[in-house]
């Protein structure tokens, strides 16, 4: 969305970098670790125009889980590339985990977020397939589009998900299951605030890292 220069320079991703050492983990080469990967995947991705490249790094975490990723990323600065980049997989996750409850709350959200509905770019009319199409196509754009606008529309949808997940509580229709009872469920409590204000303070993260990643300060 922005013209503002690019300062992003390819970061070599050396081996060296990871050697094992006695003593156990040290924060700070395991922070050194966490950046350098994340600038060597986005570097990879976004100097191919590879199509089999591309759908590799979208579907990093698809055999694997995201646990691989979460050991050296999830600790990261929000306001960093790999945590940047932490979110963008998480997201996607998310979505892929349980893609029509995911729908559910998109399309009750979308009325009361036009502008984020637009950004995020949900096919009409919103569903399972529609949000999990939308989740690899903006972590697509990662790596062959604009990384910040990719940035900003999972930032959109975390703030539309988050105002379906209001409306359908508000409305009595997000219940949640309870433990031990498959054919009980509860009212929505505490539970679905607290993840409403985890969805926008992502959203929140995502749009600060954007905002870093156009003044060349994502690192």
């Known amino acids: 969305m922005s013209d503002a220069p690019r300062h ?3 970061v070599k991703f050396s081996p060296e970098k990871f050697d094992a050492y006695e003593g ?4 700070a080469r395991v922070s050194e670790a966490a950046h350098l990967a994340a600038h060597a995947l986005v570097s990879r991705g976004r100097a191919s125009d590879d199509p089999e490249i591309s759908r590799r790094l979208i579907e990093l975490t698809d055999e694997q889980g995201l646990e691989g990723i979460a050991e050296m990323w999830a600790e990261a600065p929000a306001v960093s590339l790999p945590g940047a980049l932490w979110r963008l997989y998480a997201l996607r996750a998310s979505v892929r985990k349980d893609p029509v409850r995911m729908g ?6 979308r009325g009361t977020a036009q502008v984020s509905h637009v950004v995020a770019g949900v096919a009409e009319p919103p569903g399972a397939e529609e ?6 196509t903006i972590l697509s754009g ?6 910040d606008v990719a ?5 959109a949808f975390c703030r539309v998900m988050a105002l379906g997940r209001i409306r359908l509580a508000d409305t009595g229709q997000l219940p949640v299951v309870v433990p031990g009872r498959p054919g009980a469920a509860r009212a929505a409590g505490p539970g679905t605030v607290a993840l409403t204000q985890r ?11 954007a905002r870093a990643w156009r003044h060349g300060h994502l690192d």
């Open 8 to 10: 992003h320079k390819p």
């Open 24 to 27: 156990g983990p040290d924060p």
């Open 104 to 109: 559910r709350y998109f399309a009750a959200g």
């Open 131 to 136: 949000v999990t199409e939308m989740a690899d």
């Open 142 to 147: 990662a790596f062959n589009g604009e990384f």
């Open 151 to 155: 940035l900003e529309r999972f930032a």
């Open 199 to 209: 969805l926008e303070r992502t959203a929140e993260e995502l749009e600060a890292a």
